[in-house]
Antibody
Framework: EVQLFESGGQIVQVGGSLRLSCVAS????????MAWVRQAPGKGLEWVAG????????FYAASVRGRFSIRRDNSKNTLTLLMGRLRPDDTAVYYC????????????????WGQGTQVTVSS | VLTQSPGTLSLAPGERATLSCRAS???????LAWYQQKPGQAPRLLVY???RRAAGIPERFSGSGSGSGFTLTITRLEPEDFGVFYC?????????FGPGTRVDFK
């Protein structure tokens, strides 16, 4: 069974930094692209960042480029989102999600999702 | 940019739901997915590649369309089919979501 477990969400001040982690199990982690998707309170889904299975490709939404960094450690089945220069509009539930295809690509539909971790940026 | 219509759909169980997703430009290789999200839950993949049902998704959910116009159809709505439905394009980064269509019951 595929499982994705996010952690690291907390209340942080404007301008601060945060590290989110997602531990995966139940599949060959290194064969799948992964992504972070967020959802602000009462709002829709916003794709944040994606990474290929072999770590060679990373992709970002314009709203986070230059402030966030997506990384993965295939030896530990772990996906990470490093968040810096945080702003109030980064407040959201952050979901870790797995590509639907085992083709290494980050350009895939997202077939499995974690339950999310809450990030609150306070001014 | 993806736009979805209508914003809200109020229907009765047993009715047919037709949700639209339109892109501002052609989506590469029809790389378009649909998701359902219920309150307090993570999204669930319904359709990928514009028309391919994801594993375990009932046959009453079907996707169609190509290029820049796509449709999700739910034939004979079941009570558990409420929620917000999002389309997402993954043909080119950033892999954006549409604003969603809320389906609720009369």
């Amino acid at each position: 069974e595929v499982q994705l477990f996010e952690s690291g969400g907390q209340i942080v001040q404007v301008g601060g930094s945060l590290r989110l982690s997602c531990v995966a199990s139940g599949f060959s982690f290194g064969m799948y692209g992964m992504a972070w998707v967020r959802q602000a309170p009462g709002k829709g889904l916003e794709w944040v960042a994606g990474i290929s299975g072999n770590n060679e490709g990373t992709f970002y939404a314009a709203s986070v480029r230059g402030r966030f960094s997506i990384r993965r450690d295939n030896s530990k089945n772990t996906l990470t989102l490093l968040m810096g220069r945080l702003r109030p509009d980064d407040t959201a539930v952050y979901y870790c999600a797995k590509s639907n295809y085992a083709d290494n690509s980050a350009a895939n539909a997202l077939g499995h999702w974690g339950q999310g971790t809450q990030v609150t940026v306070s001014s | 940019v993806l736009t979805q219509s209508p914003g809200t759909l109020s229907l009765a169980p047993g009715e047919r739901a037709t949700l639209s997703c339109r892109a501002s430009q052609t989506i590469y290789r029809d790389s378009l997915a649909w998701y359902q999200q219920k309150p307090g839950q993570a999204p669930r993949l319904l359709v990928y590649g514009a028309s391919r049902r994801a594993a375990g998704i009932p046959e009453r959910f079907s996707g169609s369309g190509s290029g820049s116009g796509f449709t999700l159809t739910i034939t004979r709505l079941e009570p558990e089919d409420f929620g917000v439905f999002y389309c997402q394009q993954y043909g080119g980064s950033p892999f954006t979501f549409g604003p969603g269509t809320r389906v609720d019951f009369k």
